[in-house]
């Protein structure tokens, strides 16, 4: 069975701080992403990474960075944490295929920002 | 820049009802098609995908159809239940992502299904 495991359900944490939240999937998958999800915006993708130590840009990377050391964990990292980071994040791996690569989303990490 | 629309926002329908949800795109060059279901306060399921070649994938009493020329992609749930109670979402794979393939998504349709 497929599995993407995110590190924390639910955080609180305080302005400036730094964060981290952790993904990690089973699957011997290339891709993983970070999106954020929030109330009249939909998903946005944050950053994706499609191979050890590779990282890319999505819609809307400021204020975030990632890491990839290790092909199953791919960690999102809040440099100094600011409330209008409050949200739900997700994370979600897939195969490096073309046309068949199914994208399996971990349960999400609702994070708040005081 | 691909836009993806799902209509209605909201459905509410009783129990036993078959129903379509409906994911429409600007950009009709995709890899594939994926239908998710979330429940509240928790993370997407898969539901199908459909690659762009394909006109069709079921799974139980659900059936997905893709339309890819016109843009349009529908989500068929046959007899539905309450527990088919969740917000849906659509989401397209463009050929423009890269080797990525990172999805472009809906806002999603949130299902009722009264009993």
């Known amino acids: 069975d497929v599995k993407v495991t995110q590190s924390s359900r639910y955080l609180v944490k305080r302005t400036g701080e730094k964060v981290f939240l952790e993904c990690v999937q089973d699957?011997?998958?290339?891709?993983m992403f970070w999106y954020r999800q929030d109330p009249g915006l939909g998903l946005r993708l944050i950053y994706f990474?499609?191979?050890?130590?590779?990282?890319e840009k999505g819609d809307i990377p400021e204020g975030y960075s990632v890491s990839r050391e290790k092909k199953e964990r791919f960690s999102l990292i809040l440099e100094s944490a600011s409330t209008n980071q409050t949200s739900m994040y997700l994370c979600a791996s897939s195969l490096l295929g073309l046309t068949y690569n199914e994208q399996f989303f971990g349960p999400g990490t609702r994070l708040t920002v005081l | 820049k691909q836009e993806v629309t799902q209509i209605p926002a909201a459905l509410s329908v009783p129990e036993g009802e078959n129903l379509v949800l409906n994911c429409s795109f600007t950009d009709s060059a995709i890899y594939n098609l994926q239908w998710f279901r979330q429940d509240p306060g928790k993370g997407l399921t898969s539901l199908l995908l459909?690659?762009?070649?394909?006109r069709e994938q079921t799974s139980g009493r659900l059936n997905a159809s893709l339309d890819k020329s016109s843009g349009r992609s529908t989500l068929y749930i046959a007899a539905s239940q309450p527990g088919d109670s969740a917000t849906y979402l659509c989401a397209v794979q463009l050929i423009s992502s890269g080797s990525a393939r990172q999805l472009t998504f809906g806002s999603g349709t949130q299902l009722t299904v009264l009993p």
């Open positions: 459909i690659q762009s070649s394909q």
């Open positions: 699957m011997d998958h290339e891709n």
């Open positions: 990474s499609y191979d050890v130590k590779m990282k």
